[in-house]
């Protein structure tokens, strides 16, 4: 877990500012993801024997994003397109989920205005 918040910090998500000979201040920006699993059982059929099996893992992925462009009083944002990774159900729910939130949000908010 150490490792892991010592990977995790602001700096992985907005890293440091890079300045170029011009003047421009470019600033990283990335997505963090990570996920934890751990599970065990005892799988003994005799009672004087202990037949505990366990395990845990964690993963984190980093990807970049875009970079924030900074010159003078101008801020741009510069996407960069990241390598387009097989799209899994998983990946499909957790991009979704934003877009229920606010549906939700608005259904429940016209039951208020109705009222």
Known sequence: MQKIREMIDANTIVGEPITTP???MLIPVSKVTFGFVGGGTDFTKKPEKSGFGGGTGAGVNVIPVAFLAVKGDVVDMIYISPPTPPSTTVDRIIDAVP???DKIGDFMNKDKDIE
């Open 99 to 101: 877009d229920v939130i």
């Open 22 to 24: 011009d003047g421009m």
